[in-house]
């Protein structure tokens, strides 16, 4: 298998391609359907329009051109100096060889320069190894309730992370 390279840059496709991972995985294991893939199109296609300010900031995991993962920090959306950890995903062909976290790491270091006061993200009950990985790098689970911002009834958690000062 061949390298896999880190960007932190838009590149053409991105949109449909992190939404189509998502759908890939979380179809087939949480029954998320057309409103989910919906939702995440559009809040992504939007946060692009904003790709060049800042406090925003993308990384791609890159294998043959081809994206393999993604994560995104939104430095504006949620207000209150506040990051939001949004687009986390891997290709099932890398997941578990250690991609996740270098993006992971990259991201929450750009958090950490900028300064945020928090980090959030909302995830939801049954995804162990994201959960684990969340809470090595210093994530706490703040609040869990049953919603369905994606869709379907399922148990939703918000982690928050103070930031890391030098």
């Given at each position: ?16 391609c992190i ?27 939007s946060f ?103 869709g379907t ?14």
């Amino acid at each position: 298998m061949s390298e896999i390279q880190i960007a932190s840059d838009y590149r053409a496709g991105l949109i449909g391609c992190i939404t189509h991972m998502h759908m890939a995985y979380y179809a087939p294991f949480a029954g998320f359907g057309q409103h989910f893939e919906s939702v995440v199109a559009g809040g992504l296609a939007s946060f692009c329009d904003r790709l060049h300010h800042p406090n925003n900031g993308i990384w791609l995991a890159i294998q043959e051109q081809q994206i393999v993962g993604s994560i995104v920090i939104d430095g504006e959306d949620l207000g209150n100096n506040t990051a939001h950890l949004r687009w986390f995903i891997m290709d099932d062909r890398v997941r578990g060889r250690g991609v996740g976290g270098q993006l992971l790491t990259q991201a929450l270091q750009f958090v950490d320069a900028k300064g945020f006061e928090e980090t959030q993200l909302w995830t939801f009950n049954g995804l162990h190894a994201a959960r684990h990985l969340y809470e090595s790098k210093g994530f706490k689970l703040a609040e869990e309730n049953l919603g369905n911002q994606w869709g379907t009834e399922i148990l939703e958690q918000r982690f928050c992370r103070a930031p890391k000062r030098s």
